[in-house]
């Protein structure tokens, strides 16, 4: 679609000068695109290995878990909790990847082991809490790695609609008012060619007419 902009010399050079500037607009976007891309395939790739070694943990963790439970009861369980594991501090950092703000997870301590045989703990409860503190960085590693998937497939969504709108509208709409300028001027010179050529040679007739008088 043509530009309803007037057919001039300065217009032509301004949307020359901003189809430049748009085109290497154009080329950022698009390796910016390429570039999440790989990174989102990465990640992929980290989750699905971060599942089934988190799975693994967990599960012999939670195994040894509830033979602590049958051995200790709900109670005994409870107290122990309370009296020796810690909350985890978890706190939120960012890395940068084309100018894309992605999550770190960074945990300031890890849960205090419990002391063997106090509290009539059990060494079947002993084991599960050091389970499950062995499993707390990849906890934080899956969902970092989650978190950091659902920014770029949205990054990578909002670079791709922008890459279709330059491709689509602005540029080719851009290049067609150009080339719609260009045309007229060329005429418009060609015209202005032709009169200037009809008048130098009225001009020589007249001349000659002078002469003979």
């Known amino acids: 679609m043509i530009l309803k902009v007037p057919p001039t010399k300065a217009n032509l050079f301004r949307l020359e000068s901003e189809l430049k500037f748009v085109t290497e607009g154009h080329d950022l976007l698009d390796r910016k695109r390429e570039v999440l891309i790989l990174e989102l395939m990465q990640i992929i790739h980290d989750i699905k290995n971060l599942q089934k070694r988190l799975s693994d ?6 195994g040894t878990f509830c033979d602590a439970y049958v051995e200790m009861g709900s109670e005994e369980i409870e107290r122990a909790n309370y009296a020796y594991l810690e909350p985890l501090d978890v706190s939120v950092h ?3 990847v084309m100018g894309v703000p992605l999550p770190e997870l960074r945990a300031s301590h890890t849960p205090r ?11 079947s409860f002993d084991a599960a ?17 989650n978190l950091t998937l659902a920014r770029l497939a949205t990054e ?9 709108a330059l491709e689509t509208i602005f540029m080719p709409n851009t ?10 001027l060329e005429e418009s010179d060609r015209e202005d060619f ?5 008048v130098k040679r009225q001009h020589g007739r007249d001349e000659g007419r002078s002469e003979t008088q």
């Open 57 to 62: 943990k967990l599960g012999a963790a939670y």
């Open 94 to 96: 960012e890395r940068s």
């Open 129 to 145: 809490v050091r389970q499950f503190s062995d499993a707390m960085p990849l906890l934080l590693e899956y969902a970092q790695a």
């Open 113 to 123: 082991p419990v002391q063997i045989g106090t509290f009539g703990t059990t060494p």
């Open 194 to 198: 032709f009169r200037r050529k009809q």
């Open 156 to 164: 990578i969504q909002k670079t791709q609609r922008r890459v279709n």
């Open 175 to 184: 290049s067609e008012t150009i080339k719609h300028i260009r045309d007229v």
